[in-house]
């Protein structure tokens, strides 16, 4: 079956750090690929997401790119705020089946000034 | 636009109680739902999804049950709570692009 890998936190930053949350998948034929930021006390909103392989889902700074080859799909930002402090889910699912969605463990970001 | 409302935000309830936990969704006519739970230290899991009124499909065996009885309502349910149960609790809906996730439920069992 479907499985998403990513790497544990918490991770802790100064403001205007390079941040990379690593994130690996399991699945069978081409699955969508998305990043998802749950903020303190607040539900889970989608941050990016790609459909195909090589394709860049960016947002607010973040990018992640769907790379087959290595079954990954990492998150990036090159300079961090304290805003960014959240939780990050890296998530698949199969191709449209949107809300049947596969979650990584979540990794927590904390930034500080 | 849509918006999906869950409630209660937080539960505290023994062991043995019965649980209902409701998700409406407005401004969108029959979306698929879902509620996912999240344990502690874990991922989020899916546990139930519904594409229409009545429609419901498990996908872990668990304590839960749920039920679809209006287009845009969709309820988590139990007869007897667990300690197991307690979890964060998200009701979802999803278009034919992404998936839109409500405030969550903390409940813990006691």
């Known amino acids: 079956g479907n499985s998403v890998t990513q790497m544990e936190g918490p991770v802790t930053l100064s403001e205007e750090a390079f941040l990379t949350i690593n994130c690996t998948y399991t699945?069978?034929?081409?699955?969508?690929l998305f990043w998802y930021v749950q903020y303190p006390g607040e539900g889970l909103q989608l941050l990016l997401k790609?459909?195909?392989?090589?394709d860049k889902g960016s947002n607010k700074g973040f990018e992640a790119t769907y790379r087959k080859e290595t079954t990954s799909f990492h998150l990036e930002k090159g300079s961090v705020q304290v805003s960014d402090s959240a939780v990050y889910f890296c998530?698949?699912?199969?191709?449209?089946?949107?809300?049947?969605?596969?979650f990584g463990a979540g990794t927590q970001v904390v930034v500080t000034p | 636009s849509q918006t999906i409302h869950q409630w209660p935000a937080t539960l505290v309830q023994p062991v043995g109680s019965p649980l209902s936990l409701e998700c409406t969704v407005e401004?969108?006519?029959?979306?698929?739902l879902y509620w996912y739970r999240q344990a502690a230290g874990r991922g989020l899991q899916l546990l139930f999804y519904?594409?229409?009124?009545?429609?419901i499909s498990s996908e872990v065996p668990q304590n839960l049950s749920a039920s679809r009885p209006q287009d845009r309502q969709f309820i988590l349910s139990s007869k007897k709570l667990l300690l197991s149960d307690s979890g964060f609790y998200l009701c979802?809906?999803?278009?034919?692009?992404?998936?839109?996730f409500g405030q969550g439920t903390r409940l813990t069992v006691v």
């Open positions: 998530a698949l699912s199969d191709q449209g089946s949107w809300g049947k969605l596969q």
């Open positions: 699945a069978t034929g081409y699955p969508s």
């Open positions: 519904s594409v229409g009124i009545g429609q």
């Open positions: 401004g969108t006519s029959n979306p698929n």
């Open positions: 979802a809906w999803s278009d034919r692009e992404e998936a839109f």
């Open positions: 790609a459909t195909k392989a090589d």
